[in-house]
Nanobody
Framework: QVQVEESGGGLVQAGESLRLSCTASGFTFDDYAMGWFRQAPGKEREAISCINWNGAGTYYADSVKDRFTTTRDNAKNTLFLQINTLKPEDTATYYC???????????????????WGRGTQVTVSS
C-alpha cells in the first residue's frame, strides 16, 4: 500500500523558518512527481510547490516562490519543504502528495495527485 506521511509542522512566530519532511513508501519513489499543498480553514486546497521525478524541475506558486524551497532525496524516499520568513497567511495544514499515474509528470494541479498524507499543521503567530 502507498503510504505518505508529513512531519515538521508547529507553532512559530512570523519571520521564523520551518523545514517540513515527507516520507513515502509502497512505490518506486524516484519514478514520480511529488507536491506540497496547503489548506487553510474555509479555503480550497492550494498547490504551492511540485517537483518532478529527479528534482530537476520545480514549480512554485507566486505567493511562495521567494521563500519556499522544495527538494527531494530519492535514496531516502523523502521530500522536503524549506519555508523561510514565515507569514501569518502561511498558516494552514500542509499536505504532501504523489502523482502516480504518469511518468515524467511536470505539472502541479491538485486534481492530478492521487495519494495524500494526512497533513502537518503550520501555525504562524503575528
Amino acid at each position: 500500500q502507498v503510504q505518505v506521511e508529513e512531519s515538521g509542522g508547529g507553532l512559530v512566530q512570523a519571520g521564523e523558518s520551518l523545514r517540513l519532511s515527507c516520507t513515502a513508501s509502497g512505490f518506486t519513489f524516484d519514478d514520480y512527481a511529488m507536491g506540497w499543498f496547503r489548506q487553510a480553514p474555509g479555503k480550497e486546497r492550494e498547490a504551492i510547490s511540485c517537483i518532478n521525478w529527479n528534482g530537476a524541475g520545480t514549480y512554485y506558486a507566486d505567493s511562495v516562490k521567494d521563500r519556499f524551497t522544495t527538494t527531494r532525496d530519492n535514496a531516502k524516499n523523502t521530500l522536503f519543504l524549506q519555508i523561510n520568513t514565515l507569514k501569518p497567511e502561511d498558516t494552514a495544514t500542509y499536505y504532501c502528495a504523489l502523482e502516480s499515474r504518469r511518468l515524467y509528470y511536470t505539472g502541479c494541479a491538485t486534481g492530478d495527485f492521487d495519494h495524500w498524507g494526512r497533513g502537518t499543521q503550520v501555525t504562524v503567530s503575528s
